[in-house]
Structure formats: structure tokens, C-alpha cells
């Protein structure tokens, strides 16, 4: 039943800024790794930015000096804050968690999705 929720796409003008969020619930016994993905038309969805365990975090080489992930650990919530946004990154970003279940066993979950259109 664990279930992650996103919000905070929408069209922006090249140079704008969103803030994506991720909130987390069900049962999670330990996140191991949470972070964003994303997909534009006719691609692969591929790694935007995750915290992979402790403060380590990673970064698209497209991404940085632009787009920094945050978490709230007690509400299980990543953020997303996109700055100086280019038509490029046009997508439908989404969240992605790596955790243990209280079966001592690995998941992986994604969220619905949310749209993100870079567009003068």
C-alpha cells in the first residue's frame, strides 16, 4: 500500500522555477534511496536527481547548478527545486523510492507522474 504523491508541475517560461514535491506513505519500514526521474516524449526515462542513502545525493550532469534535492525525513518528502528551467527539460517527472518493507524485503515505487512544460 505504499503509495508516493507528486505536485508542483505546471508550464513555466525558459528561466522559470518550480518546486516538485514528493510525499511518501504506507509501509516503509526504511527508505534505502528517494529521489526524481523523468521522461520526455520519444526518451528514457532517466535519473534527475536521489538521495542514495545518508546526505549522498546525485545529479544529472544536465541538472546541476540548477536543480537541488531536499528532503523532510519525518514527513518522508522530497523536493525538487528547479531553477533556470529550458525548454529541455520538458517532461513528466516522477518520484521514485527504494525501501525496505517490514518483511525485511526490497521495493521499489514510483509515483503517478506530474507535468512539467518549459515553453515561450
Known amino acids: 500500500q505504499v503509495q508516493l504523491v507528486e505536485s508542483g508541475g505546471g508550464l513555466v517560461q525558459p528561466g522559470g522555477s518550480l518546486r516538485l514535491s514528493c510525499a511518501a506513505s504506507?509501509?516503509?519500514?526504511?527508505?534505502?534511496?528517494m529521489g526524481w526521474y523523468r521522461q520526455a516524449p520519444g526518451k528514457q526515462r532517466e535519473l534527475v536527481a536521489t538521495f542514495t542513502g545518508g546526505d549522498s545525493t546525485v545529479y544529472a550532469d544536465s541538472v546541476k547548478g540548477r536543480f537541488t534535492i531536499s528532503r523532510d525525513n519525518a514527513k518522508n518528502t522530497v523536493y525538487l527545486q528547479m531553477n533556470s528551467l529550458k525548454p529541455e527539460d520538458t517532461a513528466v517527472y516522477y518520484c521514485h523510492l527504494s525501501y525496505l518493507h517490514w518483511n525485511n524485503l526490497p521495493y521499489n515505487a514510483w509515483g503517478q507522474g506530474t507535468q512539467v512544460t518549459v515553453s515561450s
Open positions: 504506507g509501509s516503509i519500514a526504511r527508505i534505502n534511496a
